[in-house]
Every structure is written in structure tokens, then in C-alpha cells.
């Protein structure tokens, strides 16, 4: 069909005049974009008698005030064995809740009298099992009221931003939102060291401390604070 306008000498056709032509388009809805995070890494020094340690596993590094829900606590297990706390060091966040099992043929009597964590379990046979719910953070010392030379330590920390180092001393510590946090390097028997870590979107931030290892604990105490001896 033919459209037009006439005038005198003058004739317009609008089936010959080009239309713009406009395409929309809807918004792509993108996905939630993924958090910004990096790591921290390093490897620590551990000096004893000013000269450097072979092993320096069993060093913990942890984050302070790192935003974010808190790790899950679940579940996990302290077993006596062969008069041994297995393992002798135990990190986990708060409100985990540690199960120590018997697997001995005596009797053992778990307790604690650390400020973290005050609790007794009384005295318990081969195959039966006590827990622990942890709700403080802070170093918790384990012993057994029958036999003083088992000893294990509990770190309870405030959320799961953590690493334990191997023998070598190396550590790392992933997918840490991005910012500036205290960063803590502890060790059973040597004062903490700490510093402070910026961590950038994909990046590595380093921390490299050194600590040095002290003279080991002296004799513990029975749970209620008399000295080991000889059952009557």
C-alpha cells in the first residue's frame, strides 16, 4: 500500500521513507558475583637455644575479626589409648563438641581445669565414651586424674580462619575475605607472636614470625589440686 502526501509539484511517499528500527532487549539477570577473598602464607621459624628447630610442626596460625558467619563447629574425637591422649593437640572453633572414648582396659578420669574450659568426666570403663561442648575460645589443657602423663591441648578458637603448620613450617590459610586482620602464631610451650596481614582480592599476603620455644611445662596437679600419687 501506497501512502502519500500531494502538493502542488510535490509528492512525498512514505512507503519509501526508512523507519528506525528499535530492538529491545531484557537485562541479562548475572549471577551473585563471588566474594572477594585471598590467602595468607608463610613458614615460621621455631628457635630453641637460639638455634632453628628441625620439626616445626604444631605451630598455629589463626585470624582474628574476620567478618562472616562462623565455621561450622560438628563434631570431634579425643581417644585414650595405650594410657595416650590421641591427638596431643586438637584445634577446633567454638561450640564443638569433643567425644574421649576409652579404648583402654582401665579406668581414666578426664578433666580440665584451664579458664576456657573447667569440666571432670569422671571416672569411665573401657568402651564407654564422654563429651565436651566448647564455648570459650582460648587454650584448654586435658589431663587424666589417674595417669598424670597424659596431657592433650585443645586451641578453641573464634572462627575457622586457621592453618597448622607441617615440619616444615609452611602454612596457609585460604579464601580469607578481603581486609586487615590481626593474624596470631601459637605454639604449646612459647609465648604467641602476632602481627597484622592485609589480604587483597586473589592475592597472598605473607607473614613469617619467629618463635621461641621454651622449657617444658611443669608437673600438673590433680583435679582437686593435690599431687599424683598412689590411689588408696
Given at each position: 500500500?501506497?501512502?502519500?502526501?500531494?502538493?502542488?509539484?510535490?509528492?512525498?511517499?512514505?512507503?519509501?521513507?526508512?523507519?528506525?528500527?528499535?530492538?529491545?532487549?531484557?537485562?541479562?539477570?548475572?549471577?551473585?558475583?563471588?566474594?572477594?577473598?585471598?590467602?595468607?602464607?608463610?613458614?615460621?621459624?621455631?628457635?630453641v637455644d637460639d638455634a632453628p628447630k628441625a620439626d616445626r610442626?604444631?605451630?598455629?596460625?589463626?585470624?582474628?575479626?574476620?567478618?562472616?558467619?562462623?565455621?561450622?563447629?560438628?563434631?570431634?574425637?579425643?581417644?585414650?589409648?595405650?594410657?595416650?591422649?590421641?591427638?596431643?593437640?586438637?584445634?577446633?572453633?567454638?561450640?564443638?563438641?569433643?567425644?574421649?572414648?576409652n579404648d583402654d582396659k582401665v579406668f581414666h578420669n578426664v578433666f580440665s581445669v584451664s579458664k576456657a574450659a573447667r569440666f571432670d568426666l569422671g571416672l569411665y570403663k573401657s568402651g564407654e565414651s564422654k563429651s565436651v561442648t566448647f564455648r570459650e575460645a582460648g587454650v584448654v589443657d586435658v589431663y587424666c586424674n589417674i595417669h598424670p602423663h597424659m596431657v592433650t591441648k585443645i586451641k578453641v578458637l573464634d572462627n575457622g580462619f586457621y592453618a597448622v603448620t607441617g615440619a616444615d613450617g609452611s602454612f596457609q590459610i585460604k579464601n580469607v575475605p578481603v581486609g586487615t586482620y590481626p593474624v596470631v602464631a601459637w605454639q604449646a610451650h612459647a609465648p604467641e607472636v602476632r602481627g597484622e596481614v592485609t589480604v587483597t582480592a586473589g592475592g597472598s599476603a605473607t607473614f613469617k614470625p619467629t618463635i621461641t620455644e621454651g622449657a617444658a611445662p611443669k608437673r600438673h596437679m590433680r583435679k582437686d589440686g593435690t599431687p599424683y600419687g598412689r590411689y588408696k
Open positions: 500500500m501506497r501512502l502519500g502526501s500531494r502538493l502542488p509539484g510535490l509528492v512525498i511517499s512514505l512507503s519509501a521513507v526508512a523507519l528506525p528500527l528499535t530492538v529491545s532487549f531484557s537485562p541479562r539477570v548475572s549471577r551473585a558475583e563471588a566474594p572477594a577473598v585471598g590467602n595468607v602464607s608463610g613458614v615460621v621459624t621455631v628457635l610442626s604444631g605451630v598455629v596460625l589463626s585470624l582474628e575479626n574476620v567478618p562472616g558467619a562462623p565455621a561450622p563447629a560438628g563434631k570431634r574425637e579425643i581417644r585414650q589409648k595405650n594410657l595416650t591422649f590421641t591427638p596431643g593437640l586438637m584445634v577446633i572453633v567454638k561450640g564443638t563438641t569433643v567425644e574421649f572414648p
